[in-house]
């Protein structure tokens, strides 16, 4: 608009000149002056943020990642600019995947691969992100258009494909196998797949991916009646996969197209879908920049606020082969795990060792002490390490008096060989 | 713009007309088309959603309202169209009040009243809402022009004040007090506050503005260093008041502009932020069209997932003069309360005695029956009314075991005074 503008100046500037009445001049200089007010109400017309090189934690009103970079000064975060390496896929753009998508555009992540097949429609209002202007367009461009404006920095990668067709589940394989945005080793060439879709078939597409490419995902879901929802944390092999504990109706084998009846939409919310999105992201971030606890599911029952939480482990018996094949590597490199978390271990109590010698704070005010976890109680309470508080009896013994057994009369006895257990075995039952 | 680019079109026709030079005709002829062009241009600008008369239930993609109006066929909302009714107050656009603000209109509220001073900055990029061409307009400027794209049928009202101050905090009032929207008999002219702030001084101001107006009101906030965030509930009399439990660094007098470091910016993330915009929402809407649970307090822990809830009574020593009145409005209206309570409580159960007549499933493929908590179960496994399932034993006796103690060889003995109770205890003793 601006060259158009600019080339009319020069219009009627050559025509000024060319123009041998000098009583036209002043119709020339007021189309002149409007050309001038037109310029500049195009110029009020949006300009771009500029791209950033690096992350500053400089306290200006100008710099966008201030309020991120602060979270290192707090605390939070060790290195808040790593972000920046992390590649995010995000597959269906709706009422929880566009706000997980510029929640992380905003937050600076490296890169987005957004995966949707279908358009904005008005309908879709009643949630956050897309924009009545932005009605026809599919939500893959609508999103770029978007999360581009709001943060230059970020690569949006944009897949305007159905994951269930074959076509779509071959382009969604190989967007994840790419390792050109950051050169690795092993894995996909994501970081993190983010499943914000609304239905099971296109859950299991994931899931079989995420199986095959053995490819840390979460799951997303809010209810048909709009006020609940949850996340899900899967890692292939450790954790329950979506076809380990298949839901009823899929189990007694229902289509569940056939349960979707005409002229019903389901119900939905901008504040539920929003809570979701929020607990996902909160929980890419804790995941991808190693603070705080992943939740390996998290539920939100809106009507009493209530957020239930569990842990799924794997069913040996799952359905899902690249499942299966998982779980094995995950019980094979079980050793392996044991020797880097005993290693991790010492070294922390080695650098806690040698950190000792300083005290940590030097005002005492309450005069409280640390009592070292393994130094043997002085308490006269009994003989157990973990002693409960008063009036609290145990119904099982603990751990540690299982591997100990203390047979009466027999303190100290050393256990050399299985026979040795044995005898001591007899002489229990004999008492 | 079209309106210059029209004008512009008029007087290179006039000029045209005047120019006795043919040759000059294709100058102008070519300056024509540039108009034309420039009109194209400008009239790609987008157009705006038009408004709604009555919201309809109407499954098409057409109709922004359908999902929302499903919470009525879901059974979740009574009526949802009363929400074109209410008037909520947002005080605060930031990065919880912005997002609260576009979940609201995009429900459809009746009214929004928007109170900030601030302008939006580049910093402010890390929360959801604000778009970088935004920078520099004010908040509430910012605010209506997204809000009223979003949803042309909400009613906004924006007032570009400090409630801190002496003349922001007259405006506030008044504008809380205007009845003009939906005229009441009692009570304010809104429906709810939402506090939105960052401080506790403006928070304490609206606490007094609404102990004065006897406005129920909810609380927000978010923790400095990003990863926490709560709402609130607060009834004038009937809860806590937000002077009735003064935090520490205040009730030991020190100002908090002094706990403010120069150059240190607190943390902020979009997550956290869309999280208690979200929660404070969907209180907000369970609180207007009465349906769930609305939460007194809600804390949100993001490291562990921790949502905290409790409830806080009124100090009866609370230090505002507003809160003590209404405290004692409170226990004085205790009486009429009752009785509305009982006359409910009687009409809800004639309601359910007649409905009692129509059994609610005709469907019944799984023979299940209702039994009647009243009557003595007929079951054979014990005399304990609530048998365990298989396997399970319990550590301690029931509550109803408690309450007939059985002796061995002492069955349906009737204990009748305490008398009796010594002699059977002394029984069991001598066993």
């Given at each position: 608009?601006?060259?158009?503008?600019?080339?009319m100046?020069?219009?009627?500037?050559?025509?000024?000149?060319?123009?041998?009445?000098?009583?036209?001049?002043?119709?020339?200089?007021?189309?002149?002056?409007?050309?001038?007010?037109?310029?500049?109400?195009?110029?009020?017309?949006?300009?771009?943020?500029?791209?950033?090189?690096?992350?500053?934690?400089?306290?200006?009103?100008?710099?966008?990642?201030?309020?991120?970079?602060?979270?290192?000064?707090?605390?939070?975060?060790?290195?808040?600019?790593?972000?920046?390496?992390?590649?995010?896929?995000?597959?269906?753009?709706?009422?929880?995947?566009?706000?997980?998508?510029?929640?992380?555009?905003?937050?600076?992540?490296?890169?987005?691969?957004?995966?949707?097949?279908?358009?904005?429609?008005?309908?879709?209002?009643n949630?956050?992100?897309?924009?009545?202007?932005?009605v026809?367009?599919?939500?893959?461009?609508?999103?770029?258009?978007?999360?581009?404006?709001?943060?230059?920095?970020?690569?949006?990668?944009?897949?305007?494909?159905?994951?269930?067709?074959?076509?779509?589940?071959?382009?969604?394989?190989?967007?994840?196998?790419?390792?050109?945005?950051?050169?690795?080793?092993?894995?996909?060439?994501?970081?993190?797949?983010?499943?914000?879709?609304?239905?099971?078939?296109?859950r299991?597409?994931?899931?079989q991916?995420?199986?095959?490419?053995?490819?840390?995902?979460?799951?997303?879901?809010?209810?048909?009646?709009?006020?609940?929802?949850?996340?899900?944390?899967?890692?292939?092999?450790?954790?329950?996969?979506?076809?380990?504990a298949?839901?009823?109706?899929?189990?007694?084998?229902?289509?569940?197209?056939?349960?979707?009846?005409?002229?019903?939409?389901?119900?939905?919310?901008?504040?539920?879908m929003?809570?979701?999105?929020?607990?996902?992201?909160?929980?890419?971030?804790k995941?991808?920049?190693?603070?705080?606890?992943?939740?390996?599911?998290?539920?939100y029952?809106?009507?009493?606020?209530?957020?239930?939480?569990?842990?799924?482990?794997?069913?040996?018996?799952?359905?899902?082969?690249?499942?299966?094949?998982?779980?094995?590597?995950?019980?094979?490199?079980?050793?392996?795990?044991?020797?880097?978390?005993?290693?991790?271990?010492?070294?922390?109590?080695?650098?806690?060792?040698?950190?000792?010698?300083?005290?940590?704070?030097?005002?005492?005010?309450?005069d409280?002490?640390?009592?070292?976890?393994?130094?043997?109680?002085?308490?006269?309470?009994?003989?157990?390490?973990?002693?409960l508080?008063?009036?609290?009896?145990?119904?099982?013994?603990?751990?540690?008096?299982?591997?100990?057994?203390?047979?009466?009369?027999?303190?100290?006895?050393?256990?050399?060989?299985?026979?040795?257990?044995?005898r001591?075995?007899?002489?229990l039952?004999?008492?």
């Open positions: 608009m601006e060259v158009e503008l600019k080339e100046l020069d219009d009627l500037l050559s025509l000024r000149q060319s123009l041998s009445d000098p009583s036209l001049h002043a119709s020339i200089d007021q189309m002149q002056l409007r050309v001038d007010r037109l310029t500049h109400l195009a110029k009020s017309v949006p300009v771009r943020r500029t791209k950033v090189k690096d992350m500053s934690a400089e306290v200006v009103d100008t710099n966008p990642y201030s309020r991120l970079m602060a979270l290192q000064r707090m605390g939070i975060v060790e290195n808040y600019e790593r972000i920046r390496e992390f590649s995010v896929a995000i597959v269906g753009i709706g009422g929880v995947g566009s706000v997980a998508a510029e929640m992380l555009t905003r937050c600076g992540i490296g890169r987005l691969l957004l995966y949707d097949y279908d358009k904005v429609e008005l309908a879709n209002m949630r956050l992100f897309f924009r009545p202007e932005q026809g367009m599919t939500k893959t461009d609508a999103a770029v258009q978007t999360l581009s404006d709001i943060n230059p920095d970020v690569v949006l990668e944009s897949y305007t494909l159905n994951i269930t067709t074959v076509q779509g589940f071959e382009t969604f394989m190989s967007s994840l196998e790419n390792k050109t945005f950051c050169s690795r080793k092993e894995g996909s060439g994501v970081d993190l797949v983010l499943s914000c879709v609304d239905n099971y078939e296109a299991m597409v994931v899931n991916a995420c199986n095959e490419l053995n490819q840390t995902w979460m799951e997303s879901g809010v209810s048909e009646d709009a006020v609940s929802g949850h996340i899900q944390l899967l890692i292939p092999g450790e954790t329950a996969c979506f076809a380990c298949p839901p009823l109706v899929v189990a007694s084998g229902v289509d569940e197209r056939t349960l979707k009846r005409e002229g019903v939409c389901a119900a939905s919310l901008p504040t539920t929003g809570v979701v999105a929020g607990l996902l992201v909160q929980n890419t971030l995941f991808l920049l190693g603070f705080g606890h992943v939740s390996p599911y998290l539920g029952s809106s009507l009493k606020d209530f957020f239930p939480t569990m842990a799924m482990k794997p069913n040996p018996q799952c359905s899902n082969a690249a499942c299966l094949e998982r779980q094995k590597e995950y019980i094979l490199a079980k050793p392996a795990r044991d020797a880097a978390a005993k290693a991790k271990m010492e070294a922390e109590a080695s650098a806690a060792a040698s950190a000792g010698d300083v005290p940590l704070h030097v005002d005492n005010e309450w409280i002490s640390v009592i070292d976890d393994n130094e043997p109680e002085k308490s006269t309470c009994g003989t157990s390490s973990d002693a508080p008063e009036g609290l009896t145990r119904e099982l013994p603990s751990a540690d008096e299982y591997q100990k057994p203390q047979p009466s009369g027999a303190t100290d006895t050393t256990i050399d060989d299985l026979e040795d257990l044995r001591q075995l007899d002489a039952n004999a008492d």
